[in-house]
């Protein structure tokens, strides 16, 4: 009887028995066709670019916001049940940095809802750029967007309260519920940076 042929191992083959993963072209898979990119791959990069740019924005006034609180805990421990002048000029730089949150906030509730509408628009199954179908890109833009709104409330309720507490455990509660920024975790950063490396605005370093 004849016998079966061994099977042979395919040439530049690193696993046997596995035929090569084809991956998804990306519509801005060089310099060029970044520069002419149109239709759903350029809004999506366009609002990933949107959503950074006011993270950036958001991280100086939280910064500053942070070192005013500081500075409030400090006056506050200080003369606990005093309103000096000098902590009602400290809480009035806190409502303006309050106060240029607020259209930070708008602009990240706008994001969601563009790349909500975009979600609708585009029927395809494939993914938009390399990985990612449009499902996917829209639940790390509203995820990262959402984070940022949710902690707006924080920030209001830090700056409604701070001013007034009677005891140093109380205010310094505050200044670090400010400064901690709980709603933007470690998985917000992280989505952030994978959306930024989905749309080609962050490069992987292959060396």
């Given at each position: ?6 099977p ?6 690193n ?63 200080d ?28 602009a990240?509730?706008m994001i ?51 001013a ?44």
């Amino acid at each position: 009887m004849k016998m079966s042929q061994t099977p042979r191992r395919t040439p530049n083959s690193n696993s046997p028995g596995f035929a090569p993963v084809k991956l998804h072209q990306s519509p801005i898979a060089s310099p060029n066709s970044q520069k002419n990119l149109t239709g759903v791959p350029r809004v999506v990069r366009d609002l990933a670019a949107d959503l950074y740019n006011n993270v950036q924005k958001w991280n100086n006034l939280h910064i500053r916001g942070a070192q005013l609180c500081k500075q409030i805990a400090i006056c506050k421990t200080d003369k606990p049940f005093e309103y000096s002048p000098e902590l009602e000029t400290l809480t009035n730089d806190l409502y303006e940095c309050v106060d240029e949150l607020k259209p930070i906030k708008e602009a990240f509730e706008m994001i969601i809802k563009q790349a909500e509408a975009m979600k609708k628009l585009q029927k395809t199954p494939e993914p938009v750029f390399f990985g990612h179908k449009m499902e996917g890109l829209v639940e790390m833009v509203h995820y990262v967007a959402n984070a940022y709104v949710t902690e707006y409330s924080v920030k209001q309720t830090v700056l409604e309260n701070i001013a007034h507490t009677q005891s140093k455990d109380e205010v310094m509660f505050f200044a670090t519920f400010w400064t901690l920024q709980t709603n933007v975790d470690d998985k917000v950063t992280l989505k952030l940076e994978s959306l930024l490396t989905e749309t080609c605005h962050r490069t992987i370093d292959q060396t």
